[in-house]
């Protein structure tokens, strides 16, 4: 089947969003307060970036929405459990080369708990999914031939996760209790988008960035009114479950899948969008020296908040080279699998 180049262009935006939505954390970003134009751009920034870990969750839906379940389809959650364990375990071992590590039974008992590797949370998160997914897909493709029945699964499950955050923000009006589930509620998105993208394609450039444009300054707008003159405020609608972030995603990825992407960049494209498993992973890895750097560099807040077109370039690159060699060298086994079975 040829390779989709669009939604290699999607995780790319996808993980070059990760380490970007990072600077904010690791900056300090979130200990300034917001008074002034500088804390309004990232306040809109972020209403974009924070689409990261959403984009990877529609890219899964869009992508195995035909996934039934069988002994070998299980058997493809063994290469993430290994890029974890593998990368989990070079983070330790690095930083206790450089004085930074724990103790070796505390990285081991951090490997359970996910927390050797600090944004192996998503692991966590991802493998309950891949194991749901062919009972999810079983849901999806039941009564399709029902008009409007794909229309209401995506309308139940976002008006479970994703309306709560609108709804009840002055009190409760509906039950927030199924919030934590909007990885099945993007899962949906991305095989909703896969069934029918050939309607939403025809939509045309001026609407859709028209809707982005609204969208963005509304956002923008509300939430620095909200919190001006303190610090960041990370509320329910900020959040990857919240209505903000499920717009965003939405019209992003159809923003994304209008944009050509030229000959010349499939190549990288594809090598990012194999490796954002490993690159996501070794970030926390060289998040710790950029920044540990820049802190240095620059320990002024504000100034440093300031240099964040300087700096996310190099923490993402940094993340990115080592994130390819890293996932390639672990992928090795499984490789080699394949061409024996080929």
């Known amino acids: 089947m040829k390779r989709n180049s669009s939604i290699d262009l999607m995780k790319s935006s996808a993980i070059f969003f990760v380490v970007s939505v990072h600077f904010l954390l690791n900056s300090g970003f979130y200990d300034m307060t917001i008074h002034s134009t500088l804390g309004i751009i990232w306040i809109g920034m972020r209403t974009i970036l924070i689409t990261c870990v959403p984009l990877f969750l529609v890219a899964t839906g869009f992508l195995m929405n035909r996934k039934q379940l069988s002994?070998?389809?299980?058997?493809g959650i063994v290469p993430v459990i290994v890029s974890y364990l593998g990368i989990s375990l070079l983070v330790w071992g690095t930083l206790s080369a450089v004085g930074k590590g724990s103790d070796f039974s505390t990285a081991i008992n951090g490997i359970f708990d996910y927390s050797t590797d600090s944004y192996s949370w998503y692991v966590e998160m991802y493998l309950g999914l891949y194991l749901f997914i062919p009972l999810l897909n079983i849901i999806w493709n039941y009564k399709k031939e029902i008009k409007n029945y794909h229309l209401y699964i995506v309308f139940i499950s976002s008006l479970l996760t994703f309306l709560p955050s609108l709804l009840n923000s002055f009190g409760k009006v509906i039950p927030d209790y199924w919030q934590i589930c909007y990885p099945v509620s993007y899962y949906f998105?991305?095989?909703?988008l896969y069934t029918y993208q050939e309607e939403i394609k025809k939509i045309s450039n001026i609407k859709i960035i028209s809707l982005f444009t609204l969208a963005l300054a509304t956002f923008t707008l509300t939430d620095t009114l909200a919190g001006w003159n303190r610090e960041f405020q990370w509320l329910d609608h900020k959040d990857y479950f919240g209505y903000q972030t499920a717009i965003m995603t939405v019209l992003i990825i159809i923003i994304i899948w209008k944009i050509p992407v030229p000959k010349w960049s499939q190549r990288l494209l594809k090598s990012l969008s194999t490796a954002t498993l490993s690159i996501y992973l070794i970030s926390d890895l060289t998040d710790q020296f950029?920044?540990?750097?820049?802190?240095?560099?620059?320990?002024n807040l504000s100034q440093r908040v300031m240099a964040g077109?300087?700096?996310?370039?190099?923490?993402?690159?940094?993340?990115?080279?080592v994130g390819i060699l890293v996932g390639k060298i672990l992928g090795l086994p499984f490789k080699k699998k394949e061409n024996r079975g080929s």
Not at 309 to 321: E, G, R, T
């Open 309 to 321: 077109p300087m700096i996310i370039p190099v923490a993402f690159s940094s993340a990115a080279l």
């Open 290 to 299: 950029v920044y540990g750097f820049f802190k240095h560099e620059i320990p």
């Open 71 to 75: 002994a070998q389809y299980v058997l």
């Open 189 to 192: 998105i991305g095989a909703y």
